[in-house]
């Protein structure tokens, strides 16, 4: 079992539309929680970081993390064709040292 | 956010030739970085993790002899891929984690190298 579960969709919504990504995690070690955006043939892009359960919006990004149920979401409202891309979940564990986990990752296409 | 670069950004060899890839960050000094390789349409596949000063740890799998990493300055790390082959090509991207110090824990990621092996 990985340690981080990703739907790698494709996922098409249109455009405007409220985008929901989620994650599963396995570890209850993880304290933080990562997000990333990654467009075709680039590196990934940080998006969303967050610490142990709540939740943090920047922007039109929206991000969740349920510790108890081992679940990171990612909401986008308003969605642009520029969100089209792959969305990376991560998660971390409370050392100097610790490297992320991450997901598959989720395709997502936005349509005009 | 922090600025990592990577460089070449493409590099196309013939088999049997060594590469090196760059990765350096820009604005803070990593005493970590991270080399992840990435084939079409998969997810990150972590290699390495080069520390500052020290060797580099090796993921299950992957070649260390084969996968140079050398990480000679707090701004600089660099891997070479030698002796390859046309199966190493792929997207090789690094990355460099903000400082404990400065309360980050998030990887900053460069843009990626393609390397083409023929």
């Known amino acids: 079992q990985k340690e981080v579960e990703q739907d790698p969709g494709p996922l098409s919504v249109p455009e405007g539309a409220i985008v929901s990504l989620n994650c599963t995690y396995s570890?209850?070690?993880?304290?933080?929680f990562m997000w990333y955006r990654q467009y075709s043939r680039k590196g990934p892009e940080l998006l969303m970081y967050?610490?142990?359960?709540g939740n943090k919006e920047d922007g039109r990004f929206t991000a969740q993390v349920d510790k108890s149920s081992k679940y990171i979401s990612l909401f986008i409202r308003d969605s642009q064709p520029s969100d089209s891309a792959t969305y990376l979940c991560a998660g971390s564990y409370n050392t100097n040292a610790g490297k992320s986990t991450f997901g598959d990752g989720t395709t997502l296409t936005v349509k005009p | 956010g922090a600025v990592v670069s990577q460089h070449p950004s493409r590099v196309i060899c013939k088999s049997g030739t060594s590469v090196k890839i760059e990765c350096r960050s820009l604005?803070?000094?990593?005493?970590?970085m991270f080399w992840y390789r990435q084939f079409p349409k998969q997810s990150l596949m972590l290699m390495a993790t080069s520390n500052e000063g020290s060797k580099a740890t090796y993921e299950q799998g992957v070649e260390k002899d084969k996968f140079l990493i050398n990480h000679a300055s707090l701004t600089l790390s660099t891997l070479t891929v030698t002796s390859a082959h046309p199966e190493d090509s792929s997207f090789y991207i690094c990355?460099?984690?903000?400082?404990?110090?400065?309360?980050?824990?998030?990887?900053?990621f460069g843009p990626g190298t393609r390397l083409t092996v023929t």
């Open positions: 570890n209850s070690a993880f304290q933080y």
């Open positions: 967050t610490y142990s359960s």
């Open positions: 604005d803070f000094q990593a005493t970590t």
């Open positions: 990355s460099a984690r903000d400082p404990w110090e400065r309360g980050g824990r998030e990887q900053y």
